[in-house]
């Protein structure tokens, strides 16, 4: 895994993004209704609070115990019930297809890009955007670049572009995405009229 990553603004949230495959995909699960920063803190309040990210005790909690461990303040995130069941129902797909090893969904036999997609779309809670934002995050900043993983990523795999969190390294990046972001709602509020 990459060895920094600017995605929180907080050293350790950042650096257990950065060391821990399945804080980086918990985080990307979040990343939806909130601000990214918010979002990948969320592994970290949920590794503090249960004293690390055991894909398998996730995926084996009581439900409504884990949803309590989501809500209790400051929330993992802003919708802590659905969000603990899908973060439930992440951890209980990447056992049951990966046998508790999240970095196998883009190591286990050797897949190109294409493949490495695939599995992430079928995970719960990963359409194909967000699956191709992802993939280009493992790409750009992760290290991870299976055969023609910049043609499955789609426009989130151009290099030097600034549409997702796949290219955010500093502040300016994260900037810039926020404007490319802002220009697209826009664009399509005008395509509307």
């Given at each position: 895994m990459a060895s920094t990553l600017h995605l929180v603004g907080d050293p350790d949230a950042d650096a257990l993004l950065a060391g821990n495959p399945l804080a980086l995909l918990i985080g990307m699960l979040l990343d939806q209704q909130v601000p990214m920063e918010t979002a990948f803190a969320g592994p970290k309040k949920l590794a503090d609070r249960l004293g690390g990210l055991d894909v398998h005790r996730i995926a084996e909690a009581d439900p409504d115990e884990f949803v309590a461990v989501c809500a209790q303040q400051p929330a993992v995130h802003r919708f802590p019930k659905s969000?603990?069941?899908?973060?439930?129902?992440?951890?209980?797909?990447?056992?049951?297809?990966?046998?508790?090893?999240?970095?196998?969904?883009?190591?286990?036999?050797?897949?190109?890009?294409?493949?490495?997609?695939?599995?992430?779309?079928?995970?719960?809670?990963?359409?194909?955007?967000?699956?191709?934002?992802?993939?280009?995050?493992?790409?750009?900043?992760?290290?991870?670049?299976?055969?023609?993983?910049?043609?499955?990523?789609?426009?989130?795999?151009?290099?030097?572009?600034?549409?997702?969190?796949?290219?955010?390294?500093?502040?300016?990046?994260?900037?810039?995405?926020?404007?490319?972001?802002?220009?697209?709602?826009?664009?399509?509020?005008?395509?509307?009229k």
């Open positions: 969000m603990g069941q899908r973060i439930q129902a992440l951890c209980a797909a990447i056992v049951d297809e990966y046998d508790g090893d999240t970095a196998a969904l883009w190591t286990s036999g050797d897949p190109d890009g294409k493949e490495v997609l695939r599995r992430l779309r079928k995970l719960p809670g990963f359409g194909d955007q967000k699956a191709r934002i992802f993939l280009a995050l493992l790409g750009k900043q992760i290290g991870v670049r299976p055969a023609g993983w910049r043609e499955a990523a789609g426009d989130y795999g151009v290099e030097g572009s600034r549409r997702s969190v796949a290219d955010v390294v500093d502040e300016q990046t994260l900037r810039e995405v926020r404007e490319f972001k802002k220009s697209v709602k826009a664009a399509a509020k005008t395509a509307k």
